[in-house]
């Protein structure tokens, strides 16, 4: 690999995770005052038409038909698709209700969920640190288990594992990762028309003629959601797992900053302890990671 190109790719992974960590939070913040339900219906049916465009202009379409060929893949995209879902659904919840600092909370363990997943799934070999790692994390769950259940971030939970389970599903099957979401994308996007439409006749929207900024505003929710995942995945491929592993970490951190610094989140003392414990586990991941790298 020359370093023009890991360099690359570096570049690429830190941009994609700090429009994930900042520009997405200020934007779905911002059009959260329409309601979470909404913006969640928005955000599943102007991806949709988003990635059908880039399906058009990158000339993909071969792929998509010989993706959807196989009853596998089909399968295994309906069941990642709900679970990409949920957690758009319940991260937008996040945001909406003020629970970023919540949401972080899961983005700073989920890849160390995805290494003890993978240890289940895949039998992938675990060294001494990954394992205090995935012990650490643990150890801060049972921590806010034990002293406080209403501290406990189910929200970040919630976002960890459904991110955690959809990579999981991805992995077990060879597909590109833009025309996987596509797909995906797909399948959501009958259910999303639908309640979309209960809600308009309802009166319930804010999306409509009458209000031009606004309605344009909600159409970035597609590129919003597609343009970092295809910058994250393109650095991914040309500087590799481990270095973008380690670059994600912008985006829980800086969501964390945005919530307790700029939303006002409250961040009690038993929280802080566990993040604490979580943040000493990252450390440690970290390490481990740059080990390798």
């Known amino acids: 690999m020359n370093n023009s190109a890991f360099n690359k790719g570096l570049g690429l992974t830190a941009l994609g995770s700090f429009w994930w960590g900042v520009i997405g939070v200020i934007y779905f913040e911002y059009i959260s005052y329409i309601g979470f339900i909404e913006v969640v219906l928005h955000r599943a049916i102007w991806t949709s038409l988003f990635l059908i465009l880039t399906t058009f202009y ?5 792929i998509f038909y010989k993706t959807i060929s196989s009853t596998k893949n089909l399968v295994t995209l309906f069941f990642s698709g ?13 945001v909406s209700s003020n629970q970023i600092i919540d949401a972080s909370f899961g983005y700073f ?3 160390i969920l995805s290494v ?26 049972l921590f806010l288990l034990l002293f406080n259940l209403q501290s406990i971030p189910w929200v970040g939970l919630v976002v960890a594992f459904s991110w955690g389970f959809y990579n999981l599903l991805r992995k077990k099957i060879n597909v590109d990762t833009d025309i996987g979401l596509l797909i995906e994308s797909l399948f959501i996007l009958p259910f999303a028309l639908v309640a979309f439409y209960i809600i308009t006749i309802n009166g319930f ?5 009458s209000n031009p900024s606004l309605s344009l505003l909600l159409l970035l929710a597609g590129p919003m959601t ?24 912008i985006t829980p951190t800086f ?26 586990a990252v450390f440690i991941y970290l390490r481990d990671l740059h080990k390798d790298y």
């Open 58 to 62: 990158f000339s993909k379409w071969d």
């Open 82 to 94: 709900l679970l990409i879902f949920t957690n758009w659904a319940v991260w937008i919840y996040a």
């Open 109 to 111: 363990i989920m890849p």
């Open 116 to 141: 003890f997943l993978g240890y289940i799934f895949f039998n992938e070999k675990l060294n001494t640190r990954r394992i205090i790692s995935i012990g650490l994390v643990l150890i801060s769950i």
């Open 205 to 209: 929207n804010d999306f409509g003629i």
């Open 226 to 249: 597609v343009i970092p995942l295809f910058l994250y995945v393109r650095g991914v491929e040309l500087c590799g797992l481990g270095p973008s592993g380690m670059i994600f970490y």
């Open 255 to 280: 969501q964390f900053i945005l919530g307790y610094f700029y939303y006002n989140e409250v961040f009690s003392i038993i929280k802080l302890a566990s993040f604490t414990l979580i943040w000493i």
